[in-house]
């Protein structure tokens, strides 16, 4: 057998993992902080990624340093593969006619099948504001959301007020009364009693944070 050199291993293995991303080099280069030209030759097949920047790689693309660096085997490529689900991602959501209305698509980000069930759907949202900061979610965070209306009381969920844009907080409910909390001081528990409670619709259950380094 005769073996690839090994740049063009990993120039092959980038752009496989990138198109099913949707990202390009520069998007890349620029998330993990890495001069865009040397992103480039790697995709180029023209130079090769030393350790540190190998698992960058992998960490980004949720593989093992050996999907970056190796031939991938058929058969354990696809099984990989089928292991992956690509989930979209939308920047705001709001309440539209049908329910949910999901607004400002960006993309897609791969999320690990044994994490999601079956029978919901999900959507990554693209956290803004700090309001969530206590809880270690940031900026620019992306929320994996299964979309239900069931939660428990202090379960972080997706939730629509008043129609508009959504937000993420702790949720807390009685008979008559439901509480948002963010999990930042600033920001006061937000409190709706009686006929307000219809102003909020559950968008969804918080299931993961992903942190993208830009």
């Not at 959301?145 to 969920?157: A, Q, R, S």
Request: negative net charge.
């Amino acid at each position: 057998m005769i073996r690839r050199d090994p740049r063009q291993v990993v120039s092959s293995n980038l752009q496989r993992l990138a198109s099913k991303t949707g990202e390009k080099p520069n998007d890349i280069s620029r998330k993990l902080q890495l001069p865009k030209q040397t992103v480039r030759d790697w995709f180029l097949g023209n130079s090769y990624p030393r350790p540190l920047s190998v698992q960058k790689l992998a960490d980004h693309f949720n593989v093992e340093p050996s999907d970056i660096i190796e031939e991938p085997d058929d058969s354990s490529r696809m099984k990989a593969e089928s292991n992956i689900v690509q989930i979209p991602i939308v920047g705001t959501i709001k309440a539209g006619p049908n329910g949910i209305a999901e607004q400002h698509f960006e993309g897609y980000s791969p999320v690990d099948r044994k994490k999601i069930e079956r029978d919901f759907e999900y959507y990554w949202l693209k956290i803004t504001g700090d309001s969530m900061i206590g809880d270690m979610i940031a900026d620019g965070d992306l929320a994996l959301i299964k979309k239900t209306p069931m939660f428990e009381n202090g379960d972080i969920c997706a939730v629509i007020v008043d129609g508009e844009e959504g937000t993420l907080k702790h949720v807390s409910k009685n008979s008559n009364t439901i509480v948002l909390t963010a999990a930042n001081p600033l920001y006061p528990p937000r409190t709706f009693v009686g006929e307000e409670c219809n102003n909020i619709l559950i968008a969804g259950k918080l299931v993961e944070i992903k942190r993208e380094y830009h």
